[in-house]
């Protein structure tokens, strides 16, 4: 029988459903390229032996004890984005055979990810076991947004979030629509190290500062003032050699 929060999340994420749902698992572009490379047969008997419309007892067990999931939307134009999750194990909730939901910590303050899914609902998630069993679950849905307001009428603003920086601004609740293995043979083996993480922090080092030279390059370009505005500061250079 469900829970009073179960019917309350498949009561969100109706309406936001798939215009289109595919009769048959796979998109049109898999089967031209299937038919194109002759693997037709193999991939019908992945699709016949692993993709499923709900989680079976081993995929939401998985799902429970995961700490990390990557996370891809796209707006409504098809632009693509792939994130990062993370938290304790279990902190993707598994509602029923059907729905998931994940919380949405303090960020940087972009909201790509939710931000394309208010105006395209389709989502994947990704989750990975780099440190025992060496194997990965696809889950695709349907996703909507839960405001706070909704997070308490749905209980989801759990107490075992305790600190502040670990405290869900809103959660993501999926309908899933598919969901599927993904082979081991190419998944690395990983050992876990404690560390400490500094949730909800805005401390530049602790986030990783500039470690890609972003904001360092485009200072450098600014402060060069030669070539055209904007050019990159390759060209700068190779214009003063």
Avoid at 76 to 93: K, L, N, Q, T, V
Avoid at 148 to 155: G, I, S
Avoid at 194 to 217: E, I, L, M, Q
């Amino acid at each position: 029988m469900r829970t009073v929060l179960q019917r309350a999340a498949r009561s969100l994420t109706r309406g936001r459903h798939r215009h289109h749902r595919r009769s048959q698992p796979g998109s049109a572009g898999e089967r031209i390229l299937q038919d194109r490379f002759g693997t037709t047969e193999r991939a019908g008997q992945f699709y016949q032996n692993q993709v499923t419309d709900q989680l079976t007892p081993v995929m939401r067990e998985f799902i429970g004890r995961m700490e990390m999931a990557f996370i891809a939307t796209s707006d409504d134009a098809g632009e693509c984005d792939c994130s990062f999750r993370a938290g304790p194990p279990g902190f993707i909730r598994v509602l029923d055979d059907r729905t998931i939901a994940y919380p949405e910590y303090r960020g940087n303050g972009v909201m790509a990810s939710l931000g394309n899914l208010l105006h395209n609902p389709h989502i994947g998630i990704f989750l990975v076991d780099f440190t025992r069993d060496l194997i990965g679950l696809h889950v695709n849905g349907d996703a909507s947004v839960v405001s706070p307001a909704r997070m308490l009428e749905l209980d989801l603003d759990s107490a075992e979030f305790t600190s502040p920086g670990r405290r869900p601004a809103l959660w993501v609740l999926v309908s899933v629509t598919e969901a599927y293995i993904h082979c081991s043979k190419h998944i690395p083996l990983l050992v876990p190290q404690s560390r400490v993480r500094h949730w909800g922090t805005d401390n530049p080092r602790h986030k990783g500062g500039d470690y890609f030279d972003v904001a360092a390059s485009s200072s450098g370009a600014t402060l060069s003032g030669a070539g055209a505005p904007g050019a990159p500061a390759s060209l700068i250079t190779n214009a003063r050699s």
